[in-house]
């Protein structure tokens, strides 16, 4: 692999959610890339985590139960990896049907909005390819590819399914608050992802950490897969004034997208204490 990269890597998908890898196929190729320790952060499901620790058992890598979830604060959607969660505990299984439900009802207003415009079958088509999974935007964007209304599947984004687009459905995330108070009754550590990703300024930024922090948030994604060194430095710069931890994670989806990869990420600054610093962990 080239470019940097990590024997760590706390943020990826896999079919479960809205990955185009199955579990196994994630943690074998996030082995090839030389990653030792990985959490599987599927959207809202922890569904493929036992496949994936499965699989990290047979390589043996070390894998993070984990799940990235969705939730709402002041009115802007944030995304929280949960590190380290008790799959089984029962607050986390029912914020996450929560949201399952939550997402559910806006893939049926989505599909209704775009039978309005002569565009139908979403709905049958989308559960068809979810099954007992998690029905997620990217899910329809591969159908309307599919069946030729865009040409990508980031033009059905673009077109349809993007904030002020046509099909664009709000949805009713559990809170904030409630998210990360989950998390940890589940044994877990909340991350806040990808925070330069939200289209905020930096005064938002400072603001929502703080929050974030006093509601028990632990740790932010300091490095993530798109990050270049400015983004380090931003984020950086975020976490030590927030006094919170830093994490890695790529977001990885796709092998179709070659920017972000198992794995290629830059390493965390010696200045944030890393997430994991309390882990038992079979490195070095
Ligand atoms: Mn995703
Ligand atoms: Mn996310
Ligand atoms: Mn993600």
Not at 240 to 256: Q, W, Y
Request: a neutral charge; aromatic letters at 6%.
């Amino acid at each position: 692999m080239q470019g940097p990269h990590s024997k760590i890597d706390l943020h990826c998908h896999s079919r479960a959610s809205d990955g185009q890898l199955t579990p196994a196929e994630v943690v074998a190729r996030a082995a090839a890339n030389g990653v030792r320790v990985l959490a599987l952060t599927d959207h809202d499901t922890l569904a493929g985590v036992a496949e994936a620790a499965a699989e990290a058992d047979r390589r043996g890598m070390h894998l993070v139960p984990a799940v990235e979830c969705s939730c709402a604060w002041q009115g802007r959607e944030l995304h929280i990896v949960g590190l380290g969660v008790n799959p089984a505990a029962a607050g986390l299984q029912a914020q996450l049907w929560q949201a399952r439900d939550a997402r559910w009802r806006r893939m049926r207003r989505i599909a209704d909005k775009l039978e309005a415009r002569r565009i139908n079958e979403v709905f049958d088509k989308v559960c068809a390819a979810v099954g007992d999974g998690m029905p997620t935007r990217a899910h329809v964007a591969r159908v309307l590819h599919a069946a030729g209304h865009v040409q990508s599947v980031q033009q059905a984004f673009d077109r349809y399914l993007g904030r002020g687009k046509p099909a664009w459905t709000r949805v009713e995330w559990p809170t904030m608050e409630d998210c990360v108070a989950a998390i940890r009754d589940a044994g877990g550590q909340a991350v806040l992802a990808h925070p330069l990703a939200y289209g905020m300024t930096g005064a938002w930024l400072r603001r929502t950490l703080a929050a974030f922090r006093d509601a028990g948030g632990e740790a932010v994604e300091v490095v993530c897969g798109s990050s270049d060194k400015q983004a380090v430095l931003t984020a950086t710069g975020q976490a030590l004034r927030a006094g919170l931890k830093g994490s890695v994670g790529s977001d990885f989806h796709s092998p179709e997208n070659p920017w972000i990869e198992l794995g290629r990420l830059r390493s965390l600054p010696p200045a944030v204490p890393p997430v994991w610093q309390d882990w038992p962990l079979p490195l070095e």
